[in-house]
């Protein structure tokens, strides 16, 4: 056997018995669709600190709950469902499936990091983890949360722009939709009773959405001390992201990379965008269908400080 071989081994052999205890306060975004996550992910990965994979944790999370689990469906994971075997599997996945898709990606990732030897400062901004909070204060009790927001006008135009993108879909319920009869897709994570909202007009579905993804998290985030969450605005971080990229630094305690001060100064677009954004876009796009749904959002936009004119 070689010695590349025998490595393997050992390494399988302890992968089941580690408890994955080298998170050192992880860091999670929490924001609702559509609302800059990417964006500001790939400025957080790019701090010295720093130890991610460039994609979202979905996988993990369906391995270990998935959405036949419950009745209804969803993509709500709480405290309830946390044991010490669950909260040990899932820092197992986080950790595994990080390290399987840096090598994936050629990013750094050496021999110490596939043994999980030492601490990492792990970013992650899954957006279904605006129904996890719960459970990760039970895992990480040390995490930190950068609780992004956007104008939920922009945010629920940017998701009716990107409903039926490939990207966005859920793959995974097309089964209870059939079986209700309806033909419409679900995109994004799926709040508690999302098959109410099947057959309605998609900006209602996504105003629907959106309010769930935001008070499900505020809700869940009002219980974490103030020293571990940050609100950030998208539109401060798309005006001042040098400035933004400050603030967030010094609140979750990374060091200032040259790979930041590129990323500021160039803003490149996310991964995931549909169409470059720019000021008011959502007039341009969905003016008409927004308004419909203004009372719908009104209250919740005025809670998050935001003005409706």
Same mark, same amino acid.
């Given at each position: 056997?070689?010695?590349?071989?025998?490595?393997?081994?050992? =390494?399988?052999?302890?992968?089941?018995?580690?408890?994955?205890?080298?998170?050192?306060?992880?860091?999670?975004?929490?924001?609702?669709?559509?609302?800059?996550?990417?964006?500001?992910?790939?400025?957080?990965?790019?701090?010295?600190?720093?130890?991610?994979?460039?994609?979202?944790?979905?996988?993990?999370?369906?391995?270990?709950?998935?959405?036949?689990?419950?009745?209804?469906?969803?993509?709500?994971?709480?405290?309830?469902?946390?044991?010490?075997?669950?909260?040990?599997?899932?820092r197992r996945g986080l950790y595994r499936y990080t390290?399987?898709?840096?090598?994936?990606?050629?990013?750094?990732?050496?021999?110490?990091?596939?043994?999980?030897?030492?601490?990492?400062?792990?970013?992650?901004?899954?957006?279904?983890?605006?129904?996890? =909070?719960?459970?990760?204060?039970?895992?990480?009790?040390?995490?930190?949360?950068?609780?992004?927001?956007?104008?939920?006008?922009?945010?629920?135009?940017?998701?009716?722009?990107?409903?039926?993108?490939?990207?966005?879909?859920?793959?995974?319920?097309?089964?209870?939709?059939?079986?209700?009869?309806?033909?419409?897709?679900?995109?994004?994570?799926?709040?508690?009773?999302?098959?109410?909202?099947?057959?309605?007009?998609?900006?209602?579905?996504?105003?629907?959405?959106?309010?769930?993804?935001?008070?499900?998290?505020?809700?869940?985030?009002?219980?974490?001390?103030?020293?571990?969450?940050? =609100?950030?605005?998208?539109?401060?971080?798309?005006?001042?992201?040098?400035?933004?990229?400050?603030?967030?630094?010094?609140?979750?305690?990374?060091?200032?990379?040259?790979?930041?001060?590129?990323?500021?100064?160039?803003?490149?677009?996310?991964?995931?965008?549909?169409?470059?954004?720019?000021?008011?876009?959502?007039?341009?796009?969905?003016?008409?269908? =927004?308004?419909?749904?203004?009372?719908?959002?009104?209250?919740?936009?005025?809670?998050?400080?935001?003005?409706?004119?």
């Open positions: 056997m070689t010695v590349r071989r025998e490595i393997k081994s050992f =390494i399988g052999a302890i992968d089941g018995i580690r408890p994955y205890r080298v998170f050192d306060r992880p860091l999670f975004v929490i924001s609702a669709p559509r609302s800059g996550s990417t964006f500001l992910f790939d400025m957080l990965s790019r701090f010295k600190e720093s130890w991610a994979a460039p994609v979202e944790m979905d996988e993990v999370w369906w391995s270990l709950f998935p959405y036949d689990r419950s009745d209804p469906p969803s993509d709500y994971v709480g405290a309830a469902e946390h044991t010490g075997r669950s909260g040990q599997r899932l390290v399987w898709m840096r090598q994936a990606r050629d990013l750094e990732c050496d021999f110490i990091d596939r043994l999980a030897l030492r601490p990492v400062r792990y970013v992650d901004k899954t957006i279904a983890n605006c129904f996890h =909070i719960e459970f990760l204060e039970r895992v990480f009790p040390d995490a930190r949360y950068l609780y992004l927001l956007r104008d939920g006008r922009a945010t629920i135009s940017s998701m009716m722009e990107g409903w039926t993108d490939p990207r966005f879909g859920k793959q995974a319920l097309q089964r209870y939709i059939d079986q209700m009869g309806h033909t419409m897709q679900w995109a994004y994570p799926a709040p508690p009773h999302w098959r109410d909202q099947l057959g309605r007009p998609l900006e209602e579905v996504c105003a629907w959405s959106w309010c769930e993804h935001v008070r499900t998290a505020a809700r869940q985030l009002a219980d974490v001390p103030a020293d571990r969450k940050m =609100i950030v605005r998208y539109e401060d971080v798309l005006a001042a992201p040098r400035e933004s990229a400050a603030r967030i630094a010094a609140f979750c305690q990374l060091s200032w990379a040259p790979a930041v001060t590129e990323f500021v100064n160039a803003r490149p677009l996310s991964r995931t965008t549909v169409s470059a954004p720019t000021p008011d876009k959502w007039r341009r796009l969905h003016r008409d269908a =927004i308004g419909r749904i203004l009372p719908t959002i009104s209250d919740m936009m005025a809670a998050l400080g935001y003005a409706v004119d």
